[in-house]
Structure formats: structure tokens, C-alpha cells
């Protein structure tokens, strides 16, 4: 059948009487720690999911169970830090007060199987992981080329060619994923709340900051042979094997400096949120480098986000790629990329000017030049002669008869990777390339606070599952801070 459809107001009306019958006056006590929990429920609206799911549910067969109050019960299972469903499924029957706000009656609460019939309808795939169980094995990674450092991309030239692949098939039909329905509600229900509160910053330009981070899964790869080669004494069998963690791999993990098996999980958040508001995640190979799981994860962030506009994106040095570059200036995003060490030489310009790499021109006597302003009109920095000041010039030769110097012009096209829009090493460059932290202490809240990999899944469609529930409670964390002064519920409840 299909559910049961309930307004939230109907839920609070649930929780008040609940609570009042359960704890008011009772022998059960509630405390601070339990009002926390009961405010970001209170103002976390999920009367839509019902609506949202009623076409992953038949019009025969038993009542389900109301999906407002499965996703709410795994929310608040997160939100206690519970890190298994069979223990939650305990904790529901031994804590009334969990059962309450989940929107069970204490007694009749759903059991662990209910909850694993519940997690496909988020899910719009058949299987439960994106790639076949049976693939051959790969080499293990390479290390860091030094302390910290992140392993080398596996041949030269591999962004570039991607990019240019991806910008020769814009137009071509995104690729359904199937955690897109997940994203879709999270979009809907969770996103579109933050930016109303003002919580994700303009989105008319809207800036978001990426970063990559390791998800440990398991301590070895599960394979088993899919053939009888050993047996028959053949060494180097090059057939498929099976295994129960297919979107996985090894990974080196440069803050570790070890390696890893699971995924490399690519974050982005929106840079201007007060709160580090994660906005999309997508689980990647672990022994993919960021600056390919940065170019799936825009494409695919680009053709789902619906609720502005995406005007800039803050990245590591890692992500320093001409192809990179390229790719955000052609869809009129500016990137705010940090230099690569390695790439720090000038480079020549036009005539006897060579460019550094903070993209200052330097003319032939080994003099940098001064910055005067940005022309709109052809979209280029305007230069003029360092060693003049006013119509003085102490240059002892200088290369041109103008009272005010020598002038220069940078365009944006001629190399985006140094000729930024934003003057790189600028003042105003420096305060936005700041803010890409914001990816570090969301995936730091995700990976320690949530403690995202302390779950034991085995397919991706659980593991998207918890990523998502775990931005939900980071999104719902940050509008209990908004509200919290105009909250009063244990005078409201008990009283």
C-alpha cells in the first residue's frame, strides 16, 4: 500500500503528548543532552518524504511503515552516534525517548529488517554497488614522491586529455547515478532550507570550496578466484575475481602516509557558510588523485544543483592543472587554485616579458611591474612600469619615451592558470583562497564528530546512505545554532 502521509505539525503534537505521558511527572527523567536532541528534531520538517518515495511503493500489499518516521529514526541513530543498525533497532525498543522522536509508539517500533527494506527506495539502482562484483585486480598505488605528498596521477597528461574529452561531450545527456534520488531529496528537503536561512551564502554566486579525503572500509581487499587456474598450477592468471567491495581500491593516504583500502570520498561545501555546509559528496576510487575526482564531481554537480549559481571554486595545489583551469573558465567559474611548488618558474610573454608565477609581468630589466586596474571591456589586468612614479622614471634604461612609463596587458585567456581574475597573491585573493578550509572542517566533522568510517558496510548504496545522513545532521546542526534563541521547549513540554 501506499504510506500514510503526515504534516509535521502533527508529528510535534506526537512528541509533546508522548513526552508528557512518558517523562512528565513520571520516573523517567530527560536530560540536557536529550533537549538537544529533541529541538533539532523539533525543527526539522520531513513531511515530504512520504510524498517524495510514494512511487517506490506499491498500491497493494501491507501499510508500510510511514518513511518520515525510518528516516528520521536513522537521523537520530546518527545523531547518537550509532554506528549500527541492529543496535539501534535495540536502542529504539530500550530508550522510549529515541522511539518518540522517531515517531514510534514505545513498544512498537520497527525492526532491522524493516530498516534494510527501507534504504533501497533512496537508492535508483538495482544493485546495490555502481560497478560488477567481478573486475580483475589492479597494482597497488605509488607513494607520495615525499613526506605528505599525494601519489602522481597514473600517466602525464591524463587531465588534460579528460577535459578535453568532457568539453568535446558537453552536451551529450548527463549519466543517471543512482544516488541521485538521495541527492534529489537532499536538495529538496535539506539544501533549499539552509539557503533560505541564508546558511550557504548568495546563491546568485555562490562560491564552494572541494577537497578530496581517504574513507578507510576495510583493512584488505575481499577478493576470491572466479577460476580454477591455481589449482591447475598457472601462476599469472589474468581472469576477473570477485569482490564483495567492488567500487573500492587501494589508495595512498598522504596525511597517513600509508596505504588504504575504500574510496576517496571528494567533498564539496559551500566556502561562504558560517557553518562549512557540505553541498554535494561523491565516493570515488581510493586510488584516484583529486584532480580527476574533482573533474567527475564538478561535471556532475554542475548538471544537478538547481538552486543558483556556482561563480567560484577553492582548491589545493593539488588540483593546480592547466586542464582544470580550463574547464571552470569555460563553464564562467573562476577557479582559486593554489601553485604547485614544482611549477613555480616564470614564463615568457609576448616580446621581452616573462610572467611570474603569481602573474606579475617582469620586463626586460628584471623589474616587476605595477598593477593599474582591470579593463572590463577586453577583460585584462592593466600593467605600467615599476621604477616610475607619477612621470618620474629612474629606470637607467627604460623602454619606452611615455611620461608615465611603459604599459603592459595580461588577458585572462592568454594563461588562466596566472592571469586570474582575481589578482593572484592579492589581498582580496588571499581572504578568499582562506575560506578553503571550510572542505577540511567538513569532512573533519563528517570523519571525527559523525564518525563516518567507523560504519562496517559493504555495498556503496550504504555507505551513500551514511555520507548523506551525516550532511543532513551537519545541515540540521546548523539550523539549531540559528534558532536556538528563539527555542523554549522544556518550558513549552513539561509546563
Same mark, same amino acid.
Given at each position: 500500500?501506499?504510506?500514510?502521509?503526515?504534516?509535521? #505539525?502533527?508529528?510535534? /503534537?506526537?512528541?509533546?503528548?508522548?513526552?508528557?505521558?512518558?517523562?512528565?511527572?513520571?520516573?523517567?527523567?530527560?536530560?540536557?543532552?536529550?533537549?538537544?536532541?529533541?529541538?533539532?528534531?523539533?525543527?526539522?520538517?520531513?513531511?515530504?518524504?512520504?510524498?517524495?518515495?510514494?512511487?517506490?511503493?506499491?498500491?497493494?500489499?501491507?501499510?508500510?511503515?510511514?518513511? !518520515?518516521?525510518?528516516?528520521?529514526?536513522?537521523?537520530?541513530?546518527?545523531?547518537?552516534?550509532?554506528?549500527?543498525?541492529?543496535?539501534? +533497532?535495540?536502542?529504539?525498543?530500550?530508550?522510549?525517548?529515541?522511539?518518540?522522536?522517531?515517531?514510534?509508539?514505545?513498544?512498537?517500533?520497527?525492526?532491522?529488517?524493516?530498516?534494510?527494506?527501507?534504504?533501497?527506495?533512496?537508492? /535508483?539502482?538495482?544493485?546495490?554497488?555502481?560497478?560488477?562484483? #567481478?573486475?580483475?585486480?589492479?597494482?597497488?598505488?605509488?607513494?607520495?614522491?615525499?613526506?605528505?605528498?599525494?601519489?602522481?596521477?597514473?600517466?602525464?597528461?591524463?587531465?588534460?586529455?579528460?577535459?578535453?574529452?568532457?568539453?568535446?561531450? %558537453?552536451?551529450?545527456? *548527463?549519466?543517471?547515478? *543512482?544516488?541521485?534520488?538521495?541527492? !534529489?531529496?537532499?536538495?529538496?528537503?535539506?539544501?533549499?532550507?539552509?539557503?533560505?536561512?541564508?546558511?550557504?551564502?548568495?546563491?546568485?554566486?555562490?562560491?564552494?570550496?572541494?577537497?578530496?579525503?581517504?574513507?578507510?572500509?576495510?583493512?584488505?581487499?575481499?577478493?576470491?578466484?572466479?577460476?580454477?587456474?591455481?589449482?591447475?598450477?598457472?601462476?599469472?592468471?589474468? $581472469?576477473?575475481?570477485?569482490?564483495?567491495?567492488?567500487?573500492?581500491?587501494?589508495?595512498?593516504?598522504?596525511?597517513?602516509?600509508?596505504?588504504?583500502?575504500?574510496?576517496?570520498?571528494?567533498?564539496? @561545501?559551500?566556502?561562504?557558510?558560517?557553518?562549512?555546509?557540505?553541498?554535494?559528496?561523491?565516493?570515488?576510487?581510493?586510488?584516484?588523485?583529486?584532480?580527476?575526482?574533482?573533474?567527475?564531481?564538478?561535471?556532475?554537480?554542475?548538471?544537478?544543483?538547481?538552486?543558483?549559481? +556556482?561563480?567560484?571554486?577553492?582548491?589545493?595545489?593539488?588540483?593546480?592543472?592547466?586542464?582544470?583551469?580550463?574547464?571552470?573558465?569555460?563553464?564562467? +567559474? %573562476?577557479?582559486?587554485?593554489?601553485?604547485?611548488?614544482?611549477?613555480?618558474?616564470?614564463?615568457?610573454?609576448?616580446?621581452?616579458?616573462?610572467?611570474?608565477?603569481?602573474?606579475?609581468?617582469?620586463?626586460?630589466?628584471?623589474?616587476?611591474?605595477?598593477? =593599474?586596474?582591470?579593463?572590463?571591456?577586453?577583460?585584462? $589586468?592593466?600593467?605600467?612600469?615599476?621604477?616610475?612614479?607619477?612621470?618620474?622614471?629612474?629606470?637607467?634604461?627604460?623602454?619606452?619615451?611615455?611620461?608615465?612609463?611603459?604599459?603592459?596587458?595580461?588577458?585572462?585567456? #592568454?594563461?588562466?592558470?596566472?592571469? @586570474?581574475?582575481?589578482?593572484?597573491?592579492?589581498?582580496?585573493?588571499?581572504?578568499?583562497? =582562506?575560506?578553503?578550509?571550510?572542505?577540511?572542517?567538513?569532512?573533519?566533522?563528517?570523519?571525527? /564528530?559523525?564518525?563516518?568510517?567507523?560504519?562496517?558496510?559493504?555495498?556503496?548504496?550504504?555507505?551513500?546512505?551514511?555520507?548523506?545522513?551525516?550532511?543532513?545532521?551537519?545541515?540540521?546542526?546548523?539550523?539549531?545554532?540559528?534558532?536556538?534563541?528563539?527555542? $523554549?521547549?522544556?518550558?513549552?513540554?513539561?509546563?
Amino acid at each position: 500500500m501506499l504510506p500514510t502521509t503526515h504534516s509535521h #505539525e502533527t508529528y510535534l /503534537d506526537f512528541v509533546t503528548s508522548q513526552i508528557r505521558l512518558h517523562y512528565v511527572g513520571g520516573i523517567l527523567m530527560l536530560v540536557p543532552a536529550d533537549w538537544l536532541l529533541i529541538e533539532k528534531l523539533w525543527i526539522t520538517d520531513l513531511s515530504g518524504t512520504a510524498d517524495f518515495l510514494k512511487d517506490q511503493y506499491g498500491i497493494r500489499g501491507p501499510k508500510p511503515i510511514n518513511p !518520515d518516521c525510518m528516516l528520521r529514526s536513522y537521523l537520530l541513530m546518527i545523531l547518537t552516534k550509532q554506528i549500527s543498525i541492529t543496535k539501534w +533497532v535495540d536502542d529504539l525498543r530500550r530508550v522510549p525517548l529515541y522511539a518518540i522522536l522517531s515517531g514510534f509508539e514505545p513498544g512498537n517500533t520497527p525492526g532491522i529488517g524493516t530498516f534494510y527494506d527501507f534504504f533501497p527506495r533512496l537508492w /535508483d539502482a538495482d544493485s546495490k554497488n555502481i560497478h560488477s562484483h #567481478e573486475k580483475r585486480r589492479k597494482r597497488k598505488p605509488k607513494k607520495g614522491a615525499k613526506k605528505g605528498g599525494k601519489a602522481p596521477t597514473t600517466s602525464p597528461g591524463k587531465v588534460a586529455r579528460f577535459v578535453k574529452w568532457l568539453l568535446r561531450h %558537453e552536451n551529450s545527456k *548527463p549519466t543517471p547515478q *543512482p544516488f541521485d534520488r538521495l541527492f !534529489d531529496f537532499f536538495q529538496a528537503e535539506f539544501l533549499s532550507n539552509s539557503a533560505k536561512l541564508g546558511l550557504l551564502g548568495s546563491l546568485d554566486s555562490l562560491s564552494v570550496a572541494g577537497d578530496g579525503t581517504p574513507v578507510v572500509t576495510s583493512s584488505l581487499l575481499r577478493s576470491k578466484s572466479t577460476c580454477i587456474c591455481r589449482a591447475q598450477g598457472l601462476e599469472n592468471c589474468r $581472469h576477473k575475481r570477485f569482490f564483495s567491495q567492488p567500487d573500492c581500491d587501494s589508495g595512498w593516504d598522504s596525511s597517513r602516509e600509508r596505504f588504504f583500502n575504500g574510496y576517496h570520498l571528494y567533498m564539496f @561545501t559551500a566556502s561562504d557558510s558560517p557553518h562549512d555546509l557540505p553541498v554535494y559528496p561523491r565516493f570515488q576510487p581510493a586510488s584516484r588523485h583529486d584532480s580527476l575526482s574533482l573533474i567527475v564531481s564538478s561535471i556532475e554537480f554542475s548538471q544537478r544543483f538547481s538552486l543558483g549559481t +556556482v561563480s567560484r571554486v577553492i582548491l589545493d595545489a593539488a588540483h593546480d592543472a592547466i586542464g582544470i583551469y580550463n574547464l571552470f573558465t569555460h563553464h564562467n +567559474v %573562476e577557479p582559486i587554485i593554489d601553485l604547485n611548488s614544482h611549477t613555480t618558474k616564470n614564463i615568457p610573454l609576448s616580446g621581452d616579458f616573462t610572467l611570474t608565477p603569481s602573474g606579475v609581468p617582469v620586463c626586460s630589466a628584471n623589474v616587476e611591474m605595477k598593477s =593599474n586596474g582591470f579593463d572590463h571591456t577586453k577583460n585584462c $589586468h592593466k600593467w605600467r612600469c615599476g621604477l616610475t612614479s607619477g612621470t618620474v622614471n629612474t629606470c637607467s634604461s627604460p623602454c619606452s619615451n611615455a611620461k608615465y612609463g611603459r604599459t603592459f596587458l595580461t588577458y585572462l585567456g #592568454e594563461n588562466p592558470r596566472l592571469i @586570474t581574475k582575481t589578482k593572484r597573491g592579492s589581498k582580496e585573493w588571499t581572504l578568499i583562497y =582562506n575560506r578553503r578550509t571550510s572542505a577540511e572542517r567538513s569532512n573533519k566533522r563528517e570523519k571525527v /564528530d559523525y564518525k563516518l568510517e567507523a560504519a562496517h558496510h559493504r555495498s556503496t548504496m550504504m555507505w551513500y546512505m551514511r555520507i548523506f545522513a551525516i550532511m543532513m545532521c551537519q545541515h540540521m546542526d546548523a539550523w539549531h545554532i540559528h534558532h536556538k534563541e528563539s527555542l $523554549h521547549l522544556q518550558s513549552f513540554i513539561t509546563g
